[in-house]
Structure formats: structure tokens, C-alpha cells
């Protein structure tokens, strides 16, 4: 079964920084899709950066040079460092991976969300 962990979320002053971790377990991170997403109240949830398998990686526009996404020192992790914080990135974060079943289906996992509130 695979699971998803966040931790590291909390309150910041605008400007601040604040270090995302996502931890899974049943699956290898090292070998799929990983990323984030954030869901704003009132929002849809939209994609933040993403690692694909070749190790590219995608950042949206609006967290170019803030955000940046790596695979953790620690086994099966995947991390999102966020520098220069906005009340706009205000949001539950998600942390997500690609998968494929053993029906050769494509499957998403997610995790609960961890909420991030950037105010002064």
C-alpha cells in the first residue's frame, strides 16, 4: 500500500522560509514522478514542481527562483525548500506520486496535506 507523509508545514512571516518534507512508504520515490501540489481555499489545487523520472524537473511560473524541489538525504523522501515566502502561497500542500499498478494502470497517491499560512 503505498502512503504519503508530510511534515513541515506551519505559520511565517512573509519573506520567510519554510522546508516541506514528504515521506512515503510501499513505493520508491526514487523512480517515479514525484511532486507537490497546493490547494488555496476557494481554489482548485494546482501543480508547484514536480521531479520526473529522468530527474527533470518542472517548476509553475509563480515559484520559479522561491521553490525548489529535491529527493531527500533520508531513504524515500522528497522535499519542497520554500525561500521568500507571499501571503499568496498561502495553501495546503500535497505531496503526490505516479505510479503504475499491477494492472499496468496509471495510479496517483497522495498524501493528507500539510497547511502552510504565510502572514505577518
Known amino acids: 500500500q503505498v502512503q504519503l507523509v508530510e511534515s513541515g508545514g506551519g505559520l511565517v512571516q512573509p519573506g520567510g522560509s519554510l522546508r516541506l518534507s514528504c515521506a512515503a512508504s510501499?513505493?520508491?520515490?526514487?523512480?517515479?514522478?514525484v511532486g507537490w501540489y497546493r490547494q488555496a481555499p476557494g481554489k482548485e489545487r494546482e501543480l508547484v514542481a514536480q521531479i520526473i523520472a529522468s530527474g527533470r524537473i518542472n517548476y509553475a511560473d509563480f515559484v520559479k527562483d522561491r521553490f525548489s524541489i529535491s529527493r531527500g538525504n533520508a531513504k524515500n523522501t522528497v522535499l519542497l525548500q520554500m525561500n521568500s515566502l507571499k501571503p499568496e502561497d498561502t495553501a495546503v500542500y500535497y505531496c503526490?506520486?505516479?505510479?503504475?499498478?499491477?494492472?499496468?494502470?496509471?495510479?496517483?497517491?497522495w498524501g493528507q496535506g500539510t497547511q502552510v499560512t504565510v502572514s505577518s
Open positions: 503526490f506520486v505516479d505510479w503504475v499498478g499491477r494492472d499496468y494502470s496509471s495510479r496517483r497517491s
Open positions: 510501499g513505493i520508491s520515490l526514487s523512480s517515479n514522478v
